[in-house]
């Protein structure tokens, strides 16, 4: 059906290669093998970059108008085709076909953006020490940058890149993960479509780490965009150091979410069940360590397992479900691993627990302790982890006890209790009553273990720009 219409190859100066060896995609609800994709070998991979490098220097002289329709057409092409983006994310990555669509137009919000930003952003320029003279401030795109995607959000984690790249006048070579690599190919398609010239951006799907040393060791690759793992963020920020890179490493999380007894409870387990559903919980900005206030730890507990055991989970296809598998059996492992060790350490099960093949079932635990390997560490699953706090103060430090600093979340409606713990957050995002904070228009970042860089807001673009000072004298 519609993966005939996708072209499985790589897509290197505006064609379209194969090649003899192939990694297999396989559909995380039943484990069948759905395409297969080149592993494109190291000569051809070279050839990539060397195509990305050269067009860099005509890219960076394109005329704003174009860039800025190039982007449209893009945004208007994922639009006409969204039925069937949707059905290629639920495919290759395994999330509800509901949650593919919120994808969708979260993909869509970035181009549309950073489009509206090609026409906006400005150089600038100031008086110096006299009326003849004047300090210019010209923002140059950074030239050729490679890009590493998860597979999470495989589409959205594109966008968020590859248009503020256009955008900024900047080449672009993808890798995106080798589990949901449809989702990227076919973004090529319809860039080629949108009437991007070619070999400025290149698409290609090979062995992760030989590509990761290659865009590391080349003095030509400008800068690096990268989403996933704080583990291998830290291994490309390391050999990128010979090459000096600008860097953007957006890695893992371990967001607290913090629940006063004063918040709406029924308001907060529907947010906290939608937030926790998206892409099964594997988002590194998904609630990981739930904080109940003492006096509603044991309603709010009740509640919220009510709601979340009766979520339905299966093949995201089936529009009753409202979760699908977890991305493989690895992912299912780590999961469970996590659990049992909590249950081992003294948590308890209210609902849920159990996982078969891929789909693991939303669980809810109870009386975590912050000496368990859960606290620490990201789940990436469908697993709400309750814990119970006292006061204020102590919340805020249980919450800072962690090396990520990515997304945070708080409820309450005492506003100055609100503002307070907002700035006490150890975190570059606080969500306050909210749990869908995501948007365009916000800077997404993280700090420490989480890494650095700013994706979408105004400040997006200039992770793709140089910031050159011209001394000039009339
Ligand atoms: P996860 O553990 O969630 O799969 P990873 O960090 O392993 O996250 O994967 C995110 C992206 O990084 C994927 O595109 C993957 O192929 C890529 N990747 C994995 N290992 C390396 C590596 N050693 N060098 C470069 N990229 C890598």
Not at 64 to 90: F, G, H, K, P
Not at 152 to 180: D, H, Q, V
Not at 414 to 440: E, I, R, T, W
Request: hydrophobic share 40%; with cysteine; charged share 25%.
């Amino acid at each position: 059906m519609m993966l005939k219409s996708i072209n499985k190859k790589n897509y290197i100066n505006g064609s379209w290669v194969s090649c003899s060896n192939n990694i297999k995609v396989y559909n995380p609800s039943n484990n069948e093998v759905i395409a297969e994709v080149p592993d494109l070998p190291k000569e051809k991979i070279l050839e990539a970059i060397d195509d990305t490098v050269k067009k860099a220097e005509d890219w960076r002289y394109s005329n704003l108008d174009q860039r800025y329709e190039v982007l449209r057409n893009w945004y208007q092409l994922i639009r006409d085709n969204r039925e069937e983006l949707a059905s290629i994310i639920t495919l290759e990555q395994g999330k509800v076909i509901s949650e593919a669509y919120k994808e969708i137009d979260y993909a869509l919000s970035y181009v549309d953006w950073f489009a509206c930003i090609v026409k906006s952003h400005k150089n600038y320029s100031r008086y110096g020490s006299n009326i003849n003279h004047r300090i210019l401030v010209d923002k140059e795109p950074i030239g050729a940058v490679a890009a590493i995607t998860p597979w999470n959000f495989p589409l959205a984690m594109i966008a968020r890149k590859i248009a503020p790249a256009l955008a900024a006048g900047c080449s672009i070579i993808l890798k995106p993960s080798e589990f949901t690599p449809l989702s990227a190919l076919v973004q090529a398609v319809l860039l080629e479509k949108s009437g991007l010239p070619a070999g400025v951006l290149n698409v290609v799907t090979c062995n992760a780490k030989l590509f990761g040393d290659l865009i590391c060791q080349d003095f030509r690759i400008r800068k690096i965009s990268f989403t996933g793992s704080t583990r291998v963020g830290k291994l490309l920020y390391e050999k990128s150091a010979p090459t000096l890179k600008r860097m953007s490493l957006e890695l893992g999380g371990n967001s607290p979410y913090i629940i006063f007894a004063d918040a709406d409870q029924e308001k907060v387990a529907e947010e906290l069940i939608n937030v926790k559903l998206r892409s099964g919980g594997q988002s590194c900005t998904s609630p990981n360590r739930v904080f109940i206030e003492k006096s509603i730890y044991e309603s709010f507990v009740k509640l919220i397992s009510d709601k979340f055991g009766k979520c339905k989970v299966g093949d995201g296809f089936n529009k009753s479900n409202k979760q699908g598998p977890l991305i493989n059996s690895n992912a299912v492992e780590k999961v469970n691993l996590l659990l049992q060790e909590a249950i081992n350490d003294g948590a308890k099960i209210s609902c849920g627990g159990k996982y078969k093949n891929n789909f693991v079932e939303p669980t809810v635990i109870y009386d975590c302790q912050d000496d368990m390997s859960i606290f620490s560490n990201e789940i990436f699953g469908p697993v709400i982890a309750c814990y119970s706090f006292d006061n204020v103060d102590e919340v805020i430090s249980r919450a800072n006890n962690t090396e990520y600093g990515l997304q945070s979340y708080l409820y309450t409606k005492d506003l100055a209790k609100a503002n307070m713990v907002a700035s006490k957050l150890d975190f570059n995002m606080v969500s306050v009553n909210s749990s869908m904070p995501g948007a365009a228009k916000a800077p997404f970042s993280g700090r420490k273990a989480s890494g650095f860089g700013i994706e979408g807001s105004d400040e997006g673009i200039e992770e793709f720009l140089n910031t050159k000072y011209i001394n000039w004298n009339y």
